[in-house]
């Protein structure tokens, strides 16, 4: 079954940097692209951008862009996010999910979510 | 950005009832007669999920008391007869045009 597992929970200071991990299983990896989506209590799902499992060509929403970095390990099906210049905005549960690109643009398939903590 | 405006905030439903959940989108998220409008479920404390997408495709294993519908801007997730598993937030997503774009979700409890 398919299957999106991530890394833990981060606790980091401001101005550093964190990077989390999302590794899929139960699919083809690269048939389909990881999308990564921000979960807050007051701005509810945003969504960060994307990255081309294959090619790792990569979207991103504007306002994440220099904030968030998408990359991807073909040979170890994982994708992975980093945050920088962290501050106590960035505090936030980060979902990645499996991209439909081709069939109308949502996500089928989430990870559990990574609770990011920014705070001195 | 295409902004999607979610009605109700919450609502409480009672068992065995109906609920709608509407979302108005700022402008149209059709593409070659498809309305790329999509649905999720989250329940307290868990991921969301895919309910319905392009408008009115059920996910595999989404029950038919779940479907989708438009009039115009405005796309309507009805739920019926509404169970005691469905207490969750509901988000409706469009995927026309980039950035993708959520409403603010809508709070569905049980009376």
């Known amino acids: 079954q398919v299957q999106l597992q991530q890394s833990g929970a981060e606790l980091a200071k401001p101005g550093s940097s964190v990077k989390i991990s999302c590794k899929a299983s139960?699919?083809?990896?690269?048939?389909?692209?990881i999308s990564w989506i921000k979960q807050t209590t007051g701005q509810g799902l945003e969504y960060i951008g994307y990255i081309n499992t294959g090619s790792g060509g990569t979207n991103y929403n504007e306002k994440f862009k220099g904030k968030a970095t998408l990359t991807v390990d073909k040979s170890s099906s994982t994708a992975f996010m980093q945050l920088s210049s962290l501050t106590p905005d960035d505090s936030a549960v980060y979902y990645c999910?499996?991209?439909?690109?081709?069939?109308?643009?949502?996500?089928?398939?989430w990870g559990q979510g990574v609770m990011v903590t920014v705070s001195s | 950005n295409i902004v999607l405006t979610q009605s109700p905030a919450s609502l409480a439903v009672i068992l065995g009832q109906k609920a709608t959940i509407s979302c108005t989108a700022s402008e149209s998220v059709n593409k070659f007669g498809i309305n790329l409008m999509h649905w999720y479920q989250q329940k307290p404390g868990q991921l969301p999920k895919i309910l319905i997408y392009n408008e009115f495709s059920r996910a595999p294993g989404i029950p038919a008391r779940f479907s989708g519908d438009e009039a115009e801007l405005n796309f309507t997730l009805t739920i019926e007869p509404v169970e005691a598993d469905d207490v969750a937030t509901y988000y409706c997503q469009q995927g026309l045009t980039f950035p993708l774009t959520f409403g603010s979700g809508t709070k569905l409890e049980i009376k």
């Open positions: 139960g699919y083809t990896f690269t048939s389909y692209y």
């Open positions: 999910a499996r991209y439909r690109s081709g069939s109308g643009h949502y996500f089928d398939y």
